[in-house]
């Protein structure tokens, strides 16, 4: 890191699991949705889940994510988002154009979703930059080079986006609707399957075009849920499309679900003459429980027979941002 670099914002936002699941985008590079989708933005209860940021006025450019440099040549680099608002962050700066624009990034403890919480903070850490002038819409199009649903995260909450030819974001609920209300998340050893994998196979399956009209359909009536505040019918969606997305996926060869999660996953469902809950399994080696608040200790209960470990999570809201910038010359 450049020891003269001069910190210029501060964003933390947080990651994301999906309610209606997606798969299938546009390209590697734009990354843009090829049908509704849906998803909540979440933390632990201490909030420790994260993915803060850091940019900085340097001399030299330098990039640096969860302690490895990057170089800007990735495909997914968020450089190529910094440099699209480098000019105007120069301009707030009072810098010339030799003046680089670095970054220092860090995803804590998230299981799953961290991209989503990355990307997000990036685009707050540069709005705030910027005084909050950014056209947000054009913002999330942009980090989804970054990370493609990180429209979620951008907004906290209870979300859906609409596909192409220009994907948004939309609020449906805000993160205090969800205060009954807690995530189990089993987190379990297997190594997750890269998002990639997902997305370029799912489109193979027959069942892929009938796949894009139900999620709008089940976006029309997440839509209605969402209106009426009912929280449990929400969930109940999710576990539906989750069983309907992993039906796709293993169609065309990619298995997320590991045997002892669909363990977990029977147990659950068994478990419900003794508390309310539905499942989510989303891209990754986890399964999230959606229960009462008042009955985390029953739900904790069923880890202990299986090879996982277990955090309990909360809807988050959107990400918190400072700029120093502001701070000195405003």
């Not at 006025?57 to 440099?83: C, L, M, Q």
Request: hydrophobic share 35%; with cysteine; glycine share 8%.
């Amino acid at each position: 890191m450049d020891r003269e670099a001069e910190q210029i914002s501060y964003s933390r936002a947080f990651p994301t699991m999906g309610i209606i699941l997606l798969g299938g985008l546009s390209d590697d590079i734009k990354r843009y949705p090829l049908h509704t989708s849906a998803g909540i933005t979440y933390t632990d209860v201490e909030e420790s889940m994260f993915a803060e940021v850091k940019l900085f006025s340097s001399a030299k450019r330098f990039g640096i994510i969860n302690g490895t440099p990057v170089t800007g040549t990735e495909s997914r680099s968020p450089f190529h988002v910094i440099d699209l608002y480098g000019e105007k962050i120069r301009e707030v700066l009072g810098a010339d154009e030799k003046s680089a624009i670095s970054f220092d990034s860090w995803s804590r403890n998230i299981p799953s979703g961290s991209s989503d919480a990355a990307a997000a903070a990036f685009g707050s850490s540069i709005d705030a930059i910027l005084g909050g002038t950014v056209d947000q819409g054009k913002m999330e199009n942009r980090l989804r080079t970054i990370s493609e649903s990180v429209g979620r995260s951008m907004k906290g909450g209870l979300t859906i986006t609409t596909p192409l030819p220009e994907p948004s974001t939309e609020l449906l609920l805000p993160h205090t609707a969800f205060s009954g209300y807690e995530i189990i998340a089993f987190r379990f050893p297997d190594q997750r399957k890269p998002s990639d994998e997902i997305h370029r196979n799912i489109v193979n399956s027959p069942e892929y075009p009938e796949r894009v009209r139900e999620t709008e359909n089940k976006g029309k009536i997440l839509r209605d849920l969402a209106s009426s505040g009912d929280v449990e019918a929400i969930f109940d969606l999710s576990e539906k499309d989750t069983k309907r997305y992993h039906s796709i996926i293993e169609s065309v060869g990619v298995n997320v679900i590991t045997s002892e999660m669909a363990s977990m996953l029977k147990r659950l469902q068994e478990s419900r003459e003794r508390f309310w809950n539905r499942f989510i399994v989303t891209g990754g080696s986890n399964v999230f429980a959606a229960i009462r608040k008042e009955d985390r200790n029953i739900a904790l209960e069923i880890g202990r027979d299986f090879q996982c470990t277990e955090s309990v999570l909360k809807v988050a809201g959107p990400p918190v941002a400072q700029s120093m910038v502001t701070k000195k010359r405003y």
